[in-house]
Nanobody
Framework: QVQLVESGGGLVQAGGSLRLACAAS????????MGWFRQAPGKEREFVAG????????DYRDSVKGRFTISRDHAKNTEYLQMNSLRTEDKGVYYC?????????????????????WGQGTQVTVSK
C-alpha cells in the first residue's frame, strides 16, 4: 500500500510561482508512473502532468505547458510540480497520484482510472 502526502500549496499572486511536493511512503514507487491532477470548485478533476517511472518522459495538459515542470527524486520517493507564471485559472486542489498499472513501462498515464494511489490534496489559490 502506498501513502501519498502533498505539500507546498498556498496563496500566490498571478505571475508567481509555487513548488508542490508529494512524498510517498509504504513501499518503493521507483517503478511506478506518477502524476498531478487538479480540481477547481464546481469542476471535474483534470490531469495536469505526468512522469514515467524513470523520469525519462513527461506529459502536460496544454494550458500548463511551458509553465509547469514535473520531476521526481527516486532517492526521496518524492515527486514535484514546479509551477511558474501562475494564472487565476490554475487555482484548485492539487492531487498527486501514483500508477502501478504501467509499472516499468514508458507510458505516462493521463486518465484518473489509470492511477491507483492518491494523496489528500493541497490547495493552490492564485489571486489577481
Amino acid at each position: 500500500q502506498v501513502q501519498l502526502v502533498e505539500s507546498g500549496g498556498g496563496l500566490v499572486q498571478a505571475g508567481g510561482s509555487l513548488r508542490l511536493a508529494c512524498a510517498a511512503s509504504g513501499e518503493t514507487i521507483s517503478a511506478y508512473a506518477m502524476g498531478w491532477f487538479r480540481q477547481a470548485p464546481g469542476k471535474e478533476r483534470e490531469f495536469v502532468a505526468g512522469i514515467t517511472w524513470n523520469g525519462g518522459s513527461t506529459d502536460y495538459r496544454d494550458s500548463v505547458k511551458g509553465r509547469f515542470t514535473i520531476s521526481r527524486d527516486h532517492a526521496k520517493n518524492t515527486e514535484y510540480l514546479q509551477m511558474n507564471s501562475l494564472r487565476t485559472e490554475d487555482k484548485g486542489v492539487y492531487y498527486c497520484a501514483v500508477s502501478s498499472t504501467v509499472r516499468g513501462t514508458y507510458i505516462t498515464p493521463t486518465q484518473e482510472y489509470e492511477y491507483d494511489y492518491w494523496g489528500q490534496g493541497t490547495q493552490v489559490t492564485v489571486s489577481k
